[in-house]
């Protein structure tokens, strides 16, 4: 099976600081994957999905890009609200497998 | 709005069977849309358990296949998971979503239903 490797699996950052959060899958996916966000005690949501479309309603300081093994999910302006832990997932085929997730925080 | 809900018992003892119902509101379970189940342990990452089609097509997570079983309920709008010999290790918040045919740009999980913590002790 496919492995999904995240890093890093946290991060500190300051307001308005740029962040990047890494995705490797073991195998190539072409541009089947998704990034979501958990914000704490919350349920994961749908960011991007096909490597780089942003899901409707989501702020367009996110941004996702790679094709392949190698994907990149983008800050570009951390914000307070921001404060979660980011997954990516896979799903070219089964099974479904989630990274292990990026915990971002402000410094 | 299409929305999911999860119900079942939040208590299960050691050895027996955990069983979860997803109910699907506002919308149709008989789309072209696959309906899977995840987990999340306390404090711990996300982890797909399975998915099945309104057909009755399956996925699943190889290292839990042997003791999972899902079902659909097309009549009640409903799909159903059942993991048997749960452990300790099978406490976690599991959710519900629906996604789209792997291999298609909408294959990612959305909707999530809001979660359900199962716990599994004596």
């Known amino acids: 099976d496919i492995q999904m490797t995240q890093s890093p699996s946290s991060l500190s950052a300051s307001v308005g600081d740029r962040v990047t959060i890494s995705c490797r899958a073991s195998?190539?996916?072409?541009?089947?994957l998704a990034w979501y966000q958990q914000k704490p005690g919350k349920v994961p949501k749908v960011l991007i999905y096909?490597?780089?479309t942003l899901q409707s309603g989501v702020p367009s300081r996110f941004s996702g890009s790679g094709s392949g093994t190698d994907f990149t999910l983008t800050i570009s302006s951390l914000q307070s609200e921001d404060v979660a832990t980011y997954y990516c997932?896979?799903?070219?085929?089964?099974?479904?497998?989630f990274g292990g997730g990026t915990k971002v925080q402000i410094k | 709005q299409l929305q999911l809900h999860e119900s079942g018992p939040g208590l299960v003892k050691p050895s027996e069977t955990l069983s979860l119902t997803c109910t699907v509101s506002s919308g149709s379970i008989t789309t072209s849309y696959y309906w899977g189940w995840i987990r999340q342990p306390p404090g711990k990452g996300l982890e797909w358990i399975g998915s099945?089609?309104?057909?009755?097509?399956?996925y699943y997570n190889a290292s839990l296949k042997s003791r999972v079983t899902l079902s659909v309920d097309t009549s009640n709008n409903q799909f159903s998971l059942k993991l048997n010999s749960v452990t300790a290790a099978d406490t976690a918040v599991y959710y519900c979503?629906?996604?789209?045919?792997?291999?298609?740009?909408?294959?990612?999980?959305?909707?999530w239903g809001q979660g359900t913590l199962v716990t599994v002790s004596s």
């Open positions: 997932q896979k799903y070219n085929s089964g099974p479904f497998t």
């Open positions: 096909g490597a780089s």
């Open positions: 099945i089609y309104y057909s009755g097509s399956t």
């Open positions: 979503a629906r996604h789209g045919i792997p291999g298609t740009t909408f294959g990612c999980f959305d909707p």
């Open positions: 195998q190539g996916i072409s541009n089947y």
